[in-house]
């Protein structure tokens, strides 16, 4: 919401201080306007860009977990063998 405020202002203040032909400023306020416009999509795509990373680690997390889980519970079966074979 910052940005579009500070946005319409520097617009604005353009407007008063740089001002130019007719056509050179629609132009100009096009550009204003696409880039609003393009604003939601790539706050979309970082958000995107964001949880595709974390749930890349997450994954990461879960997969060293569970190979540590399964390294364990075969060091457990190969000592109670052992234990087995001592008796």
Known sequence: MKFLIGLSIGIGLGI???PAEGS???RRLAEGI???SDLPRKKAMEFAEMSQE???QIGADI???AA???VGAVKEEMLGDDKRKAV
């Open 68 to 70: 540590e889980a399964a």
């Open 63 to 65: 997969g060293r977990k």
């Open 54 to 56: 974390k749930a890349g």
């Open 24 to 26: 050179e400023m629609r």
């Open 34 to 36: 696409n880039e609003l």
């Open 16 to 18: 008063i201080f740089a």
